[in-house]
T-cell receptor, first 119, second 115 residues
Framework: AQKVTQAQTEISVVEKEDVTLDCVYETRDTTYYLFWYKQPPSGELVFLIRRNSFDEQNEISGRYSWNFQKSTSSFNFTITASQVVDSAVYFCALSGSYAGGTSYGKLTFGQGTILTVHP | DGGITQSPKYLFRKEGQNVTLSCEQNLNHDAMYWYRQDPGQGLRLIYYSQIVNDFQKGDIAEGYSVSREKKESFPLTVTSAQKNPTAFYLC??????????????FGAGSRLTVL
């Protein structure tokens, strides 16, 4: 069975601070995909990033960066110089890529981290 | 613009009533999903469909039913058998259920409250 844990239920920061959202996962699959989604107050989840388990290279996109460490089963997300518009619920998710596995093509989500950025 | 439309956005129901939540997509995606979101529990998969006239139970299918008569539509019925139906329901779609690399596109959700 797959599991995704986001231990931080809520984080509150002041604008321009850097913030890191933690994500730890468990899976028996040897190949898998990891995702981050953002859920603003409107309710619709927005895709942020997808990472293949074979690719441990960290990624940066503007103020966003992701640190994937297979050795610790973690896929953490950092927002640099946070802004009020970053306030949202952030979800980490995991999907198996083995066609014979029960997690094939289906996302398992973490509990989500509520990020509030104050002006 | 392509996307997923869920309706209604808010719905109130009395105990013992069945309700149906609508989900329509114009993305030409083969796969569609229903998730339930509760505070502190993330999203949990209710049902998913890979193709028309086919659907599979997810992790929490009890008390729910779906149909997939058209590629564009995947309605969810919350039956009176669902013991705790008050929640936020999200519909999603993807090109197909494939290697796990498929990115899900989500609708804006339907919030169901049982009075």
């Amino acid at each position: 069975a797959q599991k995704v844990t986001q231990a931080q239920t809520e984080i509150s920061v002041v604008e321009k601070e850097d913030v890191t959202l933690d994500c730890v996962y468990e899976t028996r699959d040897t190949t898998y995909y990891l995702f981050w989604y953002k859920q603003p107050p409107s309710g619709e989840l927005v895709f942020l990033i997808r990472r293949n388990s074979f690719d441990e290279q960290n990624e940066i996109s503007g103020r966003y960066s992701w640190n994937f460490q297979k050795s610790t089963s973690s896929f953490n997300f950092t927002i640099t110089a946070s802004q009020v518009v970053d306030s949202a619920v952030y979800f980490c998710a995991l999907s198996g890529s083995y066609a014979g596995g029960t997690s094939y093509g289906k996302l398992t989500f973490g509990q989500g981290t509520i990020l509030t950025v104050h002006p | 613009d392509g996307g997923i439309t869920q309706s209604p956005k808010y719905l109130f129901r009395k105990e013992g009533q069945n309700v149906t939540l609508s989900c329509e997509q114009n993305l030409n995606h083969d796969a569609m999903y229903w998730y339930r979101q509760d505070p502190g529990q993330g999203l949990r998969l209710i049902y998913y469909s890979q193709i028309v006239n086919d659907f599979q139970k997810g992790d929490i299918a009890e008390g729910y039913s779906v149909s997939r008569e058209k590629k564009e539509s995947f309605p969810l019925t919350v039956t009176s058998a669902q013991k705790n139906p008050t929640a936020f329901y999200l519909c999603a779609s993807s090109i197909r259920i494939g290697s796990g690399a498929n990115v899900l596109t989500f609708g804006a959700g339907s919030r169901l409250t049982v009075l």
